[in-house]
């Protein structure tokens, strides 16, 4: 009992105050900052899924899987620590040369009235692993763990989709997974929402080529917000899922 | 012996090197080496001929055995060497599911990762039987797998699992499109470990020899690997039994290792650090400084966390003599890695596959007095913690010796050696994994196999449970904590 309570006082307070501004080491691969004027031609056949486009040159966040090939080999690509990478857009995942990290997390996720006043307070997600390789999973468990704590914000990961206001979709959804995929929205109450969580989720990641993917849930449901990473950072989801239902701007 | 020969771990052999048996002699020739399988697979002949490889491992002369028996056209099925073996079952299972050839008698032949929804599970009648349907998604985060529990009351009787949600592919995207981003992405919690592997059978095949600096980079990020996710572990344990403090601390003290591994690389999971050639990131002295200091603190942390743990008697309750695997039956189905030494079954290819470093820096083999139940699978990843930081250490020191090497070497754009074949193991904080690759005349991958450990183990969680009650089977599951996704590829 007392080195329970020994332990519980050495711990002290390991959570994150301001998670919206919380530091990043430099070391972080995140937003990528784009340079028009350096020389490209190293970068031919360097991005192992695509999405790298050279002319013009431009990055599909949706894609990218932040491995850093491209930013080791050429000055046109620098991956900064930027972490707020989620949108409510898929286009607007394409950065540009002309996009900044600042303008980009200003304008990247555009937020409804209903969404915020519904969740705005309180949103359970139901998380479907459709394939994922267990990188995102981790990290979106790290999320409720007592650093990054985001029950405090009233996000939380529900067992049963009975009671969720959405699910989260990581992994390339597999043909095996199709169904108990679809099933498990439809099993959500509405109105609810999607996220798609990770490179896979959204593009297919590394996976895009393979046979034995269903993708057909993505056209046939809407989708709410997708947030970029592989696997996602804590940090971008958490801030990504608070900018989609405070309604602000990080 | 002309009938198999021997190779090496990491080291390529000719393809026309490698014997063919008579399938009617399989059994024989299999009973008589007498070792435990670690590859067993099969491969487009052409003319409608499928050749079954068979790879045994002889762990204590750090050798492996390697056949092979050729099926024609119109030969669809053999004896089954599980009748003899155990541990064959799963591989057959594949074997079968891939080629449609069949092992005759074997116990059990269903589905490996497809067919789900038709297959008939296994059914035990009774009044007081009845069965328990979970998944294939979870209650938690996790990777979705099914289970089916059939029951007395609280206590299982049996369970079954069923995988291949996860299924992706993956076996041929590595012969159209082979990268280290995709060898990553398979296994997203042994980045480093699979990534190593992948990397490991390319330098074989394009014949380079990597440096000292780049070899110690990876290792240490192999045995960061293994800190990070054993913390995590004990963690998800704790939490499993409600013992909240445990699983507060363990998650913090994770935290701290997975974000030097951030500083070191730029990704908390080791992403980006190997490459075919060396590794992408040098360590510079204050990370490597930094990581020092930090590594004291998490065995400190954790030495005082887990003996608190430890002395709690309504933990002990819970974590003694539940899910236990004895040592007899641990060896017969084959386990491998962390589930096996926890059985009592000394199995580690860090050791058994040794490279130079382990003689030059020391490390010495210490056994593990493990009974099977999940306190041997809490004790045991403690064990292993202490052991892997103080290698870490040791590592960082030796790099010192290093600075002026390269990390990447020349001759990543060699081509691939034609008509080879090479096996690498590395031990990842699960246990072995195995990567297999063949080239063909053009000097491409014509086979790629992946043996992840948990396509040994997932059957060792369905003996653990047995006779456990059915609130249990989350913490069984969690100390032995498999994958989905390296066993469904």
């Known amino acids: 009992m007392f080195d329970t309570l020994k332990s519980r006082i050495y711990q002290g307070k390991q959570y994150i105050k301001d998670i919206e501004n919380a530091p990043m080491r430099e070391q972080f691969r995140g937003f990528p900052q784009l340079c028009a004027n350096a020389d490209t031609t190293c970068l031919e056949g360097v991005c192992p899924t695509g999405a790298l486009n050279l002319n013009p040159l431009s990055i599909d966040m949706g894609k990218c899987t932040f491995c850093g090939a491209c930013g080791r080999c050429s000055e046109a690509v620098k991956f900064t620590a930027g972490y707020k990478l989620a949108s409510t857009c898929h286009e607007k995942l394409v950065v540009t040369p002309e996009t900044t990290y600042e303008e980009y997390v200003k304008s990247a996720i555009e937020t409804k009235g209903e969404i915020v006043k519904m969740f705005g307070h309180s949103l359970k997600l139901r998380q479907v692993s459709a394939a994922g390789c267990n990188g995102c999973e981790m990290e979106l468990n790290a999320c409720s763990n007592v650093n990054f704590d985001m029950g405090r914000f009233g996000i939380d990961f529900v067992a049963s989709p009975r009671h969720a206001d959405g699910i989260v979709i990581t992994g390339p959804i597999s043909e095996n997974m199709a169904y108990a995929l679809e099933d498990c929205y439809k099993s959500v109450p509405d109105p609810k929402i999607v996220i798609l969580c990770g490179a896979c989720a959204i593009s297919g990641g590394v996976f895009q080529e393979s046979t034995k993917l269903n993708r057909e849930f993505l056209e046939k449901y809407p989708i709410d917000l997708y947030i970029p990473g592989c696997p996602v950072h804590p940090l971008t989801f958490i801030n990504g899922v608070l900018g989609f239902i405070k309604g602000k701007n990080n | ?489």
């Not at chain 2, 990553?184 to 000292?212: F, P, R």
């Not at chain 2, 500083?263 to 020092?292: H, K, M, Q, W």
């Open chain 2, 1 to 489: 012996m002309a009938n198999w020969i021997k190779i090496k771990n990491n080291i390529k052999v000719d393809l026309g090197k490698i014997p063919i048996i008579s399938k009617n002699n399989l059994r024989e020739e299999v009973k008589n080496i007498g070792k435990r399988p670690i590859g067993f697979f099969g491969k487009d002949w052409g003319f409608g001929c499928v050749r079954l490889f068979i790879i045994l491992a002889d762990d204590s002369n750090s050798e492996f055995y390697l056949s092979s028996v050729v099926f024609s056209e119109n030969d669809k099925s053999y004896e089954s060497l599980t009748q003899d073996i155990p541990a064959f079952h799963i591989f057959e299972r594949e074997f079968y599911e891939q080629f449609g050839i069949e092992p005759l008698n074997h116990p059990w032949l269903k589905p490996v990762r497809i067919n789900q929804d038709k297959y008939p599970f296994f059914e035990m009648t009774g009044e007081e039987v009845h069965q328990v349907a979970v998944g294939p998604i979870h209650a938690g985060v996790i990777e979705p797998g099914h289970f089916r529990f059939m029951c007395n009351g609280e206590s299982v009787y049996h369970l079954e699992i069923m995988l291949g949600y996860q299924h992706r592919g993956i076996e041929e995207m590595m012969i159209k499109n082979p990268s280290n981003q995709l060898a990553e992405s398979i296994n997203g919690d042994s980045v480093i470990a699979y990534n190593t592997a992948y990397s490991q059978t390319m330098e074989a095949l394009k014949g380079i020899e990597i440096s000292n600096k780049a070899q110690l980079i990876r290792k240490a990020a192999l045995e960061m690997e293994r800190i990070a996710i054993h913390i995590g572990d004990m963690g998800a344990i704790a939490g499993d039994i409600a013992y909240l403090m445990g699983a507060s601390v363990f998650g913090a003290t994770r935290t701290l290792v997975i974000n030097t591994m951030l500083e070191i690389c730029g990704s908390r999971f080791g992403r980006g650090l190997v490459t075919v050639g060396g590794v992408n990131y040098d360590i510079p002295d204050d990370v490597l400084n930094r990581a020092l200091e930090t590594l004291s603190k998490v065995a400190k942390d954790v030495d005082r966390m887990t003996n608190t743990m430890l002395k709690n008697s309504t933990v002990m309750s819970r974590l003694e003599k539940t899910g236990t695997v004895s040592t007899e039956k641990a060896a017969e189905i084959g386990l491998v890695g962390m589930a096996a030494r926890a059985s009592g079954v000394e199995l580690d290819s860090r050791f058994d596959y040794p490279d130079k470093w382990m003689s030059e820096l020391g490390f010495e083999r210490k056994p593990f007095k493990g009974v099977g139940d999940v306190n041997s699978r809490f004790k045991l990843r403690y064990k292993e913690i202490k052991e892997s930081i103080s290698i870490v250490k040791k590592i960082f020191a030796k790099l010192k010796d290093y600075k002026d090497e390269l990390i990447i070497t020349e001759g990543v754009n060699n081509k691939l050696s034609s008509d080879s074949f090479v096996i690498s193991v590395v031990e990842g904080w699960r246990g072995e994994i195995v990567h297999i690759a063949m080239t063909d005349i053009n000097r491409k991958i014509s086979k790629y196999k992946i043996k992840d450990p948990s396509f040994n183990n997932w059957y060792g969680l369905g003996l653990a449970v047995r006779n456990n009650g059915i609130s249990d089977f989350p913490l069984c599951n969690k100390s032995f904590n498999l994958s989905y996704s390296g066993n469904d590829l």
